[in-house]
């Protein structure tokens, strides 16, 4: 097995998540370098600026669009979101629409707790799709 530069993945093995930088720069390398660092030649003193850490590790580009089972998961959950949102402004609607004369405080307060659960849940759901599908700030001193 010829082992070099080139083809520096035939001798390495990289199961993990965390190696995802690891590739990506040796395909970077390989790509726009020629597998090597040429230092006396083509090292110039401007370098591009880095990209934010947003875009560096972004999951939505980088993999959701590409994963069909991701697609549809996201699209579940942003449809259960809108649906909580929707119960939540209609529970309140009904309360604002309907005589006190009408419900009992137990139903009342029923009712506007509801609404309170159902927003909540969609503010948490809201957190929950961007940091699972689309952003995840990774610390390594935290883990």
Not at 91 to 115: C, D, E, N, P, Y
Request: proline letters at 4%; charged letters at 15%; hydrophobic letters at 45%.
């Amino acid at each position: 097995m010829d082992i070099g530069p080139s083809n520096w993945l035939k001798a390495c093995f990289v199961p993990t998540k965390s190696d995802a930088f690891v590739v990506g720069f040796r395909k970077w390398l390989n790509e726009y370098a020629g597998s090597e660092v040429d230092w006396p030649t083509k090292l110039s003193s401007s370098l591009s600026p880095t990209p934010p850490r947003e875009q560096l590790l972004d999951r939505y580009w980088s993999h959701v669009v590409n994963c069909s089972s991701c697609r549809v998961a996201i699209k579940g959950l942003n449809a259960l979101e809108i649906v909580l949102q929707v119960v939540s402004v209609a529970a309140i609607g009904i309360l604002a629409a309907t005589k006190q004369s009408l419900m009992s405080v137990s139903a009342r307060t029923t009712l506007a707790s509801m609404a309170v659960l159902c927003f909540a849940a969609s503010r948490w759901l809201s957190h929950f799709i961007y940091k699972n599908f689309h952003f995840h700030d990774y610390n390594h001193a935290l883990r």
